[in-house]
């Protein structure tokens, strides 16, 4: 007999949550409250500050809202989720009845605010990226970050070295010229730290025509040209 | 299990509690809920401000960015934590992704770990 009614029950009776949950958070957003609730969190909160709580869980939905419009490539959502929180909690305690607007109102404004303000400073920093971001994760919960993938030019070492070893071969090549030659490149192509001059300039310091420059300059490289392919 | 916050990593001992069924509500992460030493630990001098965000007091520039509202339900009601979203978690040496929660109460152990964190 016993039996019937249990089976009754367990088909028929109301589904109740199995156990208590110790500390539980919902799955979801709350949802907003309905006037009067609204109205009487308000007057809690007129009497003790410490009274915020429910105004700003039921409030959550519209920084999520007011977040999603602001998200792009720049900032990423969660940061802007932090800071239309900090909005929504500057709203919800500065917020005053009298003055004639809905929360919702206020808060949206506060929240935008704060936002705004947070992406002006950060405009310097919109399209950096962290080199040590995940950039995807596979299934077994490896990350793949910018680091692992930027790469660097095959010959970036051998580069350097070809280059140093030209310089030596040039400097040396300059040096056994005459001193009126080596004088006369050294200032055309700036060598040791000097500007470089234009053909002109080195014509009235020398004393002679340009004209007669361009001609040395000329026959100056070619010499170099066939030092240095000779010793290569 | 240890905590990162900017330059300064705390090691800690968590006290896993499977009824720990805290989420933060917009990204869905898991919430570990911090003792109030180790809350000081972690923030210094700035524990106490973050604590009380949600009444008006001045959240910390750097800490703007990272601040979030858990919602919690507990045998004795509802409130409101104050969560970050910190630098590093790492449990059992691996790095794991979840939001701290300052209880701002002493509690059994220094902190409380959901049971999916293991």
């Known amino acids: 007999m016993k039996n019937i009614f249990i089976l009754i029950r367990k088909y028929f009776g109301k589904r109740r949550p199995r156990g208590v949950y110790y500390i539980n958070g919902p799955e979801s957003l709350p949802p907003p409250l309905d006037p009067e609730d609204e109205a009487r969190a308000i007057e809690e909160m007129a009497h003790d500050r410490s009274n ?45 009845p009298e003055k004639n607007i809905k929360l919702a109102t206020y808060a949206s404004r506060c929240i935008e605010n704060e936002i705004l303000m947070y992406i002006r400073k950060n405009s310097a920093h919109k399209g950096d990226v962290s080199i040590d971001e995940p950039l995807n994760v596979d299934r077994d919960g490896n990350e793949l970050s910018l680091s692992d993938v930027l790469g660097t030019d095959d010959d970036v070492v051998s580069e350097g070295i070809e280059r140093s070893e030209d310089e030596k071969t040039v400097r040396e090549a300059v040096s056994m010229l005459e001193w009126r030659e080596r004088e006369i490149i050294e200032m055309r192509y700036g060598l040791g730290g000097r500007r470089e001059m234009t053909q002109k300039e080195v014509a009235d310091r020398l004393g002679i025509s340009q004209s007669y420059i361009s001609r040395l300059e000329k026959k100056i490289i070619e010499h170099l040209r066939e030092e240095i392919t000779a010793k290569v | 299990m240890s905590l990162t916050n900017g330059e300064k990593t705390v090691s800690v001992t968590g006290l896993v509690d499977s009824g720990n069924l805290l989420k933060d509500p917009f990204s869905g992460k898991p919430v570990i809920v911090l003792s109030e030493k180790i809350s000081n630990e972690l923030f210094g001098d700035d524990a106490a401000d973050l604590c009380c965000a949600f009444c008006g007091a001045a959240v910390p520039e750097r800490y703007k960015e990272k601040i979030r509202a858990i919602p919690m339900k507990t045998v004795g009601g509802e409130s409101l934590l104050v969560g970050m979203n910190i630098d590093g978690i790492s449990v059992g040496g691996k790095k794991c992704s979840a939001i701290i929660a300052l209880s701002g109460d002493e509690l059994s152990a220094d902190c409380i770990v959901p049971a999916e964190l293991l």
Request: proline letters at 0%; a positive charge.
């Open chain 1, 52 to 96: 915020c709580d429910k105004l700003i869980k039921h409030n959550l939905r519209l920084v999520v809202y007011i977040s999603k419009k602001f998200d792009n490539a720049g900032t990423g959502i969660e940061d802007l989720i932090s800071i239309g929180t900090i909005g929504l909690i500057k709203a919800v305690n500065t917020y005053k």
